[in-house]
C-alpha cells in the first residue's frame, strides 16, 4: 500500500493508552481567538467526540445555543503543539443529527453577471415552512427577510430533500454529503478573525471536500494550537454560490496529531484519493487568481519537500495533472494532485 506524507511526517508520540473525551460545549464562540478559555485538553492520538451548531446557533434539538454566525466548538488545545508545529485533524465522523436544514433561495449576486442581476427573481419566499425557519433563527425573523427556504434531511438514506417550494419540473432530491465549514485554530497573535472568512490558519473554509475520512492539515500559533470547528453543511456545491450550504447541526469524531516543525504557510486537506493544498483568503479580498497562485506555490513546497520532487518535476505534474476546485465564490482556491501519481514520501 503506497504511503501518504502524512505516515511518514514527524509527529509527536502518539500515547499507546490514547482516551476518546466526550465533549459537550456550554458555551459558543463566532472568532477564532487565543484567549477564550479550552473547551477540552487532549493528548496526541485522543479521540473527541462532540457536536456542532448550525450556523444560526440551533442545535440538534432545535434549541436556539448561541447567537448566529456560524458558532464554534472550541477551543481544543492539543498537548505538545508548539508556534512552528502542524495540527493533523483526523475526521473519523461528520454525521447530520437533525431530520432539516435550512439554505439561500438564490444565488448570491456574487456569483452571477451584472446583466443577468438586473433580471433576477426576488430573494424572498414565504411559503409555510418559512415560518418555522423563521421562529428557530431570530436573525432571520430580525432581518424581515425570507431569504431561505427549508430543507428535509433523511438520514437513514442519506438524502436532502426541498420542503418547499415544490418545483414542477425537477425533483430537488440528492446524496447528502455531509462537511464542515469552519475547521481553524487561533491565527498568530492577536488577531481574532471572526467565523466568516478564511486564512492562513484555516476558519471559514466552506470546502465540501472537508468530509468523513478527511485529514486537515493546520499550522500552529499558539501553544496547544486552539482549534475549532464548526458551521456543518448536509449539503453544499462548489463555490458555495447561494452563500451558505444545507445548513444543519453534526456529530463530529475526530483525533489529532501535531507535526513537529513544519513548514506549513497555510491549509491543507488530504482525502482516501488525493492531497489538496488550499489557498485561503476571505472572500473579497482579492481575486481569485491570488487563491489560486498561494495554493499552487503551496503544492509546489509540498511535493518538493515531502515528495522529494525536483522543483521542475513539481511544476509539470502540476501542470499537467494538476486539478483546482473554487472553493468560495471571490474567495479560496483548492489544488489537488492525486495520490496515485506521486512516489512514496521520504
Request: glycine share 10%.
Amino acid at each position: 500500500m503506497r504511503k501518504s506524507w502524512l505516515s511518514i511526517c514527524v509527529l509527536l508520540p502518539v500515547t499507546l493508552f490514547a482516551e476518546t473525551h466526550t465533549v459537550t460545549a456550554k458555551s459558543y464562540f463566532r472568532t477564532f481567538s487565543r484567549a477564550y478559555p479550552v473547551l477540552a485538553r487532549i493528548k496526541p492520538g485522543d479521540v473527541v467526540v462532540t457536536k456542532t451548531l448550525d450556523a444560526g446557533g440551533v442545535d440538534d434539538k432545535n434549541e436556539i445555543r448561541a447567537e448566529s454566525g456560524n458558532p464554534l466548538t472550541g477551543p481544543f488545545f492539543i498537548e505538545g503543539a508548539e508556534p512552528g508545529d502542524a495540527l493533523v485533524v483526523r475526521f473519523r465522523k461528520i454525521r447530520m443529527n437533525r431530520s432539516w436544514g435550512y439554505s439561500g433561495f438564490r444565488l448570491g449576486l456574487f456569483a452571477l453577471t451584472p446583466d443577468y442581476v438586473e433580471n433576477v427573481y426576488p430573494a424572498r419566499y414565504e411559503g409555510p415552512a418559512w415560518e418555522f425557519l423563521r421562529k428557530t433563527h431570530p436573525e432571520i425573523a430580525r432581518a424581515r427577510s425570507a431569504r431561505h427556504v427549508p430543507w428535509d434531511l433523511d438520514r437513514e438514506r442519506n438524502l436532502v430533500r426541498l420542503r418547499e417550494p415544490n418545483s414542477q419540473r425537477i425533483k430537488l432530491e440528492f446524496p447528502a454529503k455531509p462537511m464542515l465549514g469552519c475547521v481553524g485554530v487561533a491565527p498568530a497573535g492577536e488577531f481574532a478573525p471572526t467565523s466568516g472568512p478564511a486564512g492562513s490558519y484555516g476558519g471559514n473554509m466552506d470546502y465540501n471536500e472537508v468530509r468523513e475520512g478527511a485529514t486537515v492539515i493546520l499550522p500552529v500559533y499558539h501553544s496547544g494550537g486552539l482549534l475549532y470547528i464548526g458551521d456543518g453543511h448536509a449539503l453544499q456545491g462548489d463555490g458555495e454560490p447561494t452563500g451558505n450550504g444545507i445548513e444543519t447541526s453534526m456529530d463530529v469524531e475526530f483525533s489529532v496529531e501535531v507535526h513537529k516543525n513544519s513548514r506549513l504557510s497555510g491549509p491543507r486537506v488530504e482525502t482516501a484519493e488525493h492531497i489538496i493544498s488550499v489557498g485561503a483568503q476571505a472572500e473579497f479580498q482579492s481575486s481569485l487568481d491570488r487563491a489560486l497562485q498561494l495554493a499552487t506555490v503551496d503544492m509546489v513546497r509540498w511535493l518538493t519537500d515531502e515528495y522529494k520532487l525536483e522543483p521542475w518535476a513539481a511544476h509539470l505534474l502540476i501542470a499537467y495533472q494538476g486539478r483546482y476546485d473554487v472553493i468560495t465564490v471571490a474567495g479560496s482556491m483548492g489544488l489537488k494532485i492525486e495520490k496515485r501519481l506521486l512516489p512514496a514520501p521520504q
